[in-house]
Antibody, heavy 118, light 110 residues
Framework: EVQLVESGGGLTQPGRSLRLSCEAS????????MHWVRQAPGKGLEWVSG????????GYADPVKGRFTISRDNAKNSLYLQMNSLRAEDTAVYYC???????????WGHGTLVTVSS | QSALTQPASVSGSLGQSITISCTGT?????????VSWYQHYPGKAPKLMIY???KRPSGVSNRFSGSKSGNTASLTISGLQAEDEADYYC??????????FGIGTKVTVL
């Protein structure tokens, strides 16, 4: 059974940093692209970032480009999102998502809440 | 890039069929047959319902079907059931390792 468990969320102030982690199990992690998708309160889903199996192909949404960094450790079956210079508008539930070569998202974690507020 | 356009809400009676549209541009929906749809109950993890415009994952009811014409993709739910009441999102690949979601549609079963 595929499991994606996010951690690292919490309350932080504008301008500060936070690092999210996602521990994957139930599939061969090193073979798959992985993503972060977020949902702000009362808003829709927003793709944040994705990373290929070998970390060679990475993409970011415009609102986070230059501030967020996605990475992975295949030896630890883990995905990360380093979030710097956080803004109030980054407040959201962040989901760790397993991707596919056919550009869809087939398994989602339950999310971790990030709140950016002074 | 702005989110794909979806109706904010769609409603239907039990047993009826409804269709949710997802409108993009020639740079996203129109360029790739890589549109997918997700069902999302608030507080739960989203669930994949359709991928590659028309394909249904194992375990998803055949009451759910997808299609595309030009820059608009559609999700049809036939034989509407109470448990179909949820938020639905479309997504498209944008190229260059980037993706976009629709604004989401709330489905209400009357």
């Amino acid at each position: 059974e595929v499991q994606l468990v996010e951690s690292g969320g919490g309350l932080t102030q504008p301008g500060r940093s936070l690092r999210l982690s996602c521990e994957a199990s139930g599939f061969t992690f090193e073979n798959y692209v992985m993503h972060w998708v977020r949902q702000a309160p009362g808003k829709g889903l927003e793709w944040v970032s994705g990373i290929s199996w070998n970390s060679m192909a990475i993409g970011y949404a415009d609102p986070v480009k230059g501030r967020f960094t996605i990475s992975r450790d295949n030896a630890k079956n883990s995905l990360y999102l380093q979030m710097n210079s956080l803004r109030a508008e980054d407040t959201a539930v962040y989901y760790c998502v397993k991707g596919t070569t056919l550009k869809y998202f087939d398994y989602w974690g339950h999310g971790t809440l990030v709140t950016v507020s002074s | 890039q702005s989110a794909l356009t979806q109706p904010a809400s769609v409603s239907g009676s039990l047993g009826q069929s409804i269709t949710i549209s997802c409108t993009g541009t020639s740079s996203d929906v129109g360029s790739y047959n890589l549109v997918s749809w997700y069902q999302h109950y608030p507080g739960k993890a989203p669930k994949l319902m359709i991928y590659e415009v028309t394909k249904r994952p194992s375990g998803v009811s055949n009451r759910f079907s997808g299609s595309k014409s030009g820059n608009t993709a559609s999700l049809t739910i036939s034989g509407l059931q109470a448990e179909d009441e949820a938020d639905y999102y479309c997504s498209s690949y944008l190229g260059s390792n980037t993706y976009i979601f629709g604004i989401g549609t709330k489905v209400t079963v009357l």
